[in-house]
């Protein structure tokens, strides 16, 4: 039997389709401002390619509620249910989505005991890298440069306000790389609060466009003191969870 | 005298009136009036709100015509008893709607609790009737917001201030009884009214009927399937501030002895399996429904409010006694044994919420802070903490009056519910 998972994002939406329980399809696409029109694009696309809709179907994310079909699920209770496919030992989960972030605490069977969510502010979540980033102009060389240089402290906690924050540095003639990284250990250091205003993993599923930031990655580690772990394509565990729901 | 009559002659800014009332039929009928099942005494409430800014008006205006006075109040500390008792009224004012905030914020710090700046909204833009109808208004100190704005509010309309202690030990207990006697004495001051032991015996009745209506409906709560939807209470716990208190206590006992049929034949407004929610924290002034109407809507009832619209309004009765001087004492005595998140330490308010959690049989307790709330957003840390250990699921949601945030808050409701379901 195939059971499909829709995660209707607001930066993308995702399709994960099993059969029998293995994956058989993924895909992701952009939201661009419209996640049910695009949450339907990935379902005819599906169709398309494999002759018939998926028997059952979960839709979640952002867009859930105004999705024509499937039953609704929220992100929290799906993240928690596919994070728990790739780390069934961990408890704590951080999703870093382009509109907000979570952390999630499930249980030995994968189900939710606590969870906490910030999409109220742009700070902390994987819209406030976007922004600044992009203001930024990187090159792939000042992106590695970062790694090793000495972050510049970030104080702001409004986007707008950091974003000028950063651009005052860059006037001042402090390095790019040096901006970035203190870009993101601050971002990594709001996160970690974040974190361990639920609990102190010692080890946390990292999750959500968010996790692709190596460099968040890096000082999240230093923050908490601990290992992060992040499954496969992070920004597909929802949807997963949803089609295991399915 | 008919309501525009009325409007002006309180001096309200007729226009503002139109756009601020506009839209409130439309949100009433869809979130109260459309929904099947409800208790048939339900429609005194209706019909209160559904001339919220005539009825009970034009009831003041008359009062006051005839000598009396209106008093208006924001808080459940507030011993109405003594102004009751002197024929006067006394009202709790709402403060719970967005439209006032950006009003309040022309002297208000935008950081700054809704409630407070909503308040202020309401004077400044002259759309409260109940506030045109006011003599003054009774402050206290519960927290430092308020404190600092009934300064500004008092170039409005004359403010009495209560000075309401921060601890509840012996030396505090005496401060508070004495800011009571105070105040009796500035009541029959302003009221012109000796207070005796008769009409002041009589007023403690009245308020007592009052607050054991409305514990009596809450103690109906507890039954599954839960025979009335927690919206409708709130809605009866916000018109209990200002509705006239034995015409209000009658149609409240009305209403649980309908529910008492309901109870009886186990019958209810949501299906036995529906989460049972206790919700905790700051005030739901009217119109503020966002919260129980998201709730309910998500598929759970709410059986209880341990807030300032809800519990601690009515948990205590004051004690009778023989002669005036016991009669205030007693009347002091009973707000203190209110768990406000302004007193320190505050462990007695864990106990109210694990008492009602495990009475009501909640499956979850949702802990409602008002923004810019400093105590009850504090204390919010050791509401979670007791939760965790009694094994009660739990979700802490920080809100104000708008309305944009209902699809986030609707996700966190959710998920909550999905939690316990699982």
């Known amino acids: 039997m195939k059971q499909a998972g829709l995660d209707l994002g607001s930066v993308n939406t995702k399709l994960v389709v099993l059969e029998n329980g293995k994956r058989i399809y993924n895909q992701v696409i952009p939201s661009r401002f419209d996640s049910v029109q695009a949450g339907i694009t990935l379902l005819k696309s599906y169709v398309e390619e494999h002759g018939e809709k998926p028997k059952k179907l979960v839709v979640t994310g952002y867009g859930r509620v105004n999705f024509p079909e499937g039953r609704v699920i929220t992100e929290i209770t799906c993240q928690a249910r596919g994070c728990h496919v790739y780390f069934p030992d961990y408890a704590y989960i951080l999703d870093l989505g382009g509109q907000d972030a979570k952390v999630i605490k499930k249980s030995a069977q994968g189900k939710v005991v606590q969870f906490i969510m910030n999409d109220k502010c742009a700070a902390g979540t994987g819209r406030f890298l976007d922004v600044i980033l992009k203001g930024l102009d990187l090159t792939s060389m000042e992106m590695e440069l970062a790694t090793e240089a000495k972050p510049m402290p970030i104080n702001s906690m409004c986007t707008v306000f950091a974003e000028s924050e950063v651009i005052t540095m860059l006037a001042k003639g402090i390095p790019k790389p040096e901006v970035i990284a203190g870009l993101f250990k601050s971002t990594a250091k709001r996160l970690a609060n974040f974190v361990e205003s639920v609990g102190h993993p010692e080890c946390l599923i990292f999750t959500g466009g968010g996790a692709h930031y190596s460099l968040l990655v890096h000082f999240l580690e230093r923050e908490l003191k601990g290992k992060i772990v992040i499954p496969s394509d992070p920004e597909l565990t929802a949807s997963l969870g949803a089609a295991l729901l399915a | ?186 009541i029959e001051r302003e009221t012109k009214v000796t207070i005796t032991p008769e009409n002041l015996a009589k007023a403690i009745q009245t308020i007592n009927n009052k607050r054991q209506a409305l514990q009596r409906l809450a103690n109906l709560r507890k039954h599954t399937p839960a025979p009335i939807h927690g919206l409708d209470v709130l809605l009866i716990n916000q018109l209990s501030f200002f509705d006239d208190p034995v015409r209000f206590a009658a149609q409240v006992n009305a209403l649980c002895d309908e529910l008492d049929v309901r109870v009886k034949e186990g019958s209810g407004v949501a299906p036995v399996d529906a989460p049972r929610i206790l919700v905790t924290g700051t005030p739901q002034p009217l119109p503020a429904w966002k919260l129980h109407a998201l709730i309910e809507q998500a598929g759970a009832v709410v059986v209880g409010e341990e807030t300032c619209t809800g519990e601690r309004y009515y948990k205590d009765i004051t004690e009778p006694a023989d002669n005036i001087s016991d009669m205030l004492a007693n009347i002091a005595k009973r707000p203190l044994k209110v768990n406000c998140a302004c007193f320190t330490p505050n462990q007695g308010r864990m106990e109210d919420i694990a008492f009602m959690a495990d009475n009501l049989k909640a499956d979850a307790v949702i802990d409602f802070t008002l923004q810019f709330c400093q105590t009850y957003g504090v204390e919010s840390y050791f509401v979670g903490k007791e939760m965790e250990k009694k094994e009660i699921p739990f979700l802490r949601l920080e809100s104000d009056f708008s309305d944009e945030d209902q699809g986030q808050l609707l996700t966190r409701i959710e998920a909550l519910i999905e939690m316990i379901r699982a």
Request: net charge negative; glycine share 6%.
């Open chain 2, 1 to 186: 005298m008919d309501n525009r009559e009325l409007w002006t002659a309180l001096g309200m800014d007729l226009e503002k009136h139109d756009d601020f009332l506009a839209p409130v039929p439309a949100i009433f009928t869809s979130l109260f009036l459309d929904r099947p099942n409800r208790p048939k005494a339900m429609g005194y409430f209706d019909m209160v709100v559904g001339d919220v800014h005539g009825i009970r008006v034009h009831e003041l205006y008359a009062m006051k015509e005839a000598g009396a006075k209106v008093f208006s109040t924001f808080c459940v500390y507030v011993p109405e008893e003594i102004i009751v008792a002197t024929g006067s009224a006394n009202i709790g004012l709402c403060a719970g709607a967005q439209y006032t905030v950006s009003s309040g914020e022309k002297v208000l710090p935008r950081n700054l609790c809704p409630l407070i700046k909503s308040t202020m909204g309401f004077k400044l833009d002259r759309i409260c009737p109940y506030f045109q109808v006011s003599d003054w208004v009774i402050g206290e100190t519960t927290c430092d917001g308020k404190k600092k704005a009934w300064e500004i509010l008092n170039e409005h309309i004359p403010t009495y201030v209560m000075d309401l202690p921060q601890k509840k030990d012996a030396k505090d207990t005496r401060l508070w009884e004495e800011e009571v006697r105070e105040f009796a004495s500035f």
